[in-house]
Every structure is written in structure tokens, then in C-alpha cells.
């Protein structure tokens, strides 16, 4: 809004106008003055150089935050992106109208990509609210389980936010010029307050889950179960191959038939399957030593079921050393509802993912 500005600029420097038609010499020294400016070595050079750097940033608000801020953190910013015009007595301010303008424009560019900011965060953060499904949530019935695109977009979402300030952590540290107009406008850019604080530890666990989730459009990740090494068994919870002497893990979907011979394996130590997430539902099959399947299976519908494994789970730890790899006690209930046994897996993922305790609460 050049208009705007030109008219701001006015009203800046109108009280050192002389409003007297009879006083010809200081409208003489007013329009002296201003085009004295123009002669100055420095006064185009840094024009242009802000002017450049402006027009550098491109139409993306977010990539033009950034740059903005990362640029406040050296110390030719002021020079860079900021026009201050000599603040004095009136007579100093007569010739300095251009120098207002600038310095208005300026700051209007300021404002404006700091409240561009702020909106573009208010969005995400509401479009992020209802994504609040697994795996952005812990598994709830009767809740469908996000589609990768909408992983993806969450993943965007949570880059706005961030940009914003919208963390535990905080924003990006913006310089101060020594004019309570621009820093006030420099640390809303910073995003100081556009996040409500009770929401900035759900932001940080939630950026914690994507960063184990894929990053682009059709990437799936691996995630290798076994059964774990007896010295993760609890008395009681070894002797299960008795009961069933192979187990078959498959994704595949749920009206596909049961296993055959070859797909299954032994009840001991070992690899059972490499599954992929996002990928189709995941099936467990417990077979007698007849080799008849048991009515003990398992289903787990949805494309990150390799994740909600650990949720199935009554119990499941991420390894200290590994944030990778956790153990997870998998229960075999009898058809009748009791517990019969117990079976600990280890479920080595391509990413680290946080604590269950620290995954996101539902919002």
C-alpha cells in the first residue's frame, strides 16, 4: 500500500512543515534539504540495498521469515532491512520526508510478513488439531488412522508452526535495531505469542512421531519383529511353543487366507517378518502341532499397523541403547477370554519414535 505509506509519511513530518504561505524560505529549505539527500553517496546505495533485499525474499511467507530472522542474527541487519530516519528537533526533520518514507515502507514490509506469519501459523495449527489421529494420536476404535498424505501435510503443518515459534523450545532469536516500532514487529515475526502455551508440548510430540514417519509421497519404512531372546522372558512366559509350535506375522488383507506351511515360523528366537509402514493391516496366526491354525489370531486393520503393535501390546519398551528397537510382551488371550500365554517380540523400526508415555494426546 504505497498510498498509505506516502500518506503515513505525511503525517510523520507535517508538524515541521511550516504551514505559513508567507514564510517562502522554509519551504526553500525543506525541498533543498530532501534533494540534498539524493546527492549523498550513501542515501541510494541504501536505498537500493534494502530495497533488493525486499524484493530477494519471494512470495512463500515461511521461506521469507526465515531468511528475514536468520539475516537478523548479523549485524548489518538494520542496513539491511531497515530504514530509520534522524529523529531531532523540527528543524533536523525538514528535509528528511523521503527518509520517512523509507523508513515507513520498511516497516510496513515488517509487519506485514510478521502477520502473515502469525495467520499462516493459526491455520496450521488448527489443521494440525484435526489430525489428531493415529499415528498423531494413540489408536482410538471407531477412528480411522491417517492416509500418508495426510502424514505429509501435518508434516507441512508442523513446519509452519515451528517457523512461528511454535515449540517448547521457542523461535528463532531475532536482533534488535533500537526502535520500539521495529523490535515489536521483529519479535512478533519470532513468533512471540502466536502459539498458546499449553499447546506447545503437544506441537513438540507430535513433531517427535513424523520425524519416525516417511517424509515423501510413496516412501514406506521397514520395521523387522522376531521373537525376542529368552533373557527378555519373564518366568512363566517362555514355554509357549508347546501350545503353538510355529506363528506366522503377515500383512495382507483381512479376508486373504491363513499362511501355508512355508510362510510360518518356528516359536523360538528369530526372525518372523520384515512388515512396512504405511503398508496393509498386520495378521497373526498361531498354529498346533497338528498344524492347525488356532482361534487365537490377531488383526490389526490400518496402514501403520507395525505401530500400533505397540499399543496391542499391554507392554512395550524402547530400548535404551536403540531408540529404534523396542520389546513389546504381546498377549495370547484363550477364545474364552483368559490369558493363556505370553510372547515378547522384538520390533526393530527404520526410526526412532518416542516413549509411549510421550506419544501425543488426542485433541
Known sequence: DVAQVVSKAFEDVQGAIKSDKDDPASLKLQVETARKNFKRESFTPQCERVLNAWQGLGAEVGAARDAVLRDAAKPEFASQYVFLAPAGDADARLGDFVKKVWEDLTYKAIRSLARASEAQATEAIRDLRAKSRFPLAPPADRQPALTLDEVLAAQADIRKVRAAGGSAAGGTAAAKVNSPKFDNELDRLRGMGVVPPEDRDWIDAVAAVLEGLPRVAGETLPAKVSV????????????????????????????????????????????????????????????????????????????????????????????????????????????????????????????????????????
Not at 487366507?257 to 518356528?266: E, L, S, T, Y
Not at 497373526?284 to 505401530?307: H, I, Q
Not at 474364552?336 to 526393530?348: C, D, F, H
Open 228 to 363: 525376542a531372546a529368552t533373557d527378555k522372558l519373564d518366568a512363566g512366559d517362555t514355554d509357549l511353543a508347546d501350545r503353538w509350535p510355529e506363528i506366522a506375522i503377515k500383512q495382507q488383507a483381512e479376508s486373504a487366507p491363513p499362511p501355508q506351511a512355508g510362510d510360518r515360523v518356528r516359536n523360538n528366537p528369530g526372525n518372523l517378518a520384515v512388515l512396512s509402514y504405511p503398508g496393509d493391516g498386520l495378521s497373526m496366526f498361531f498354529f498346533t502341532a497338528n498344524g492347525r491354525e488356532d482361534a487365537a489370531a490377531k488383526r490389526l486393520a490400518g496402514p501403520w499397523s507395525p505401530l500400533q503393535l505397540l499399543f496391542f501390546c499391554p507392554e512395550a519398551q524402547r530400548d535404551k541403547a536403540d531408540g529404534r528397537i523396542w520389546h513389546a510382551r504381546l498377549e495370547i488371550p484363550h477364545p474364552g477370554g483368559a490369558v493363556v500365554g505370553k510372547l515378547w517380540l522384538k520390533i526393530e523400526f527404520d526410526k526412532v519414535l518416542p516413549e509411549k508415555k510421550d506419544w501425543p494426546k488426542p485433541k
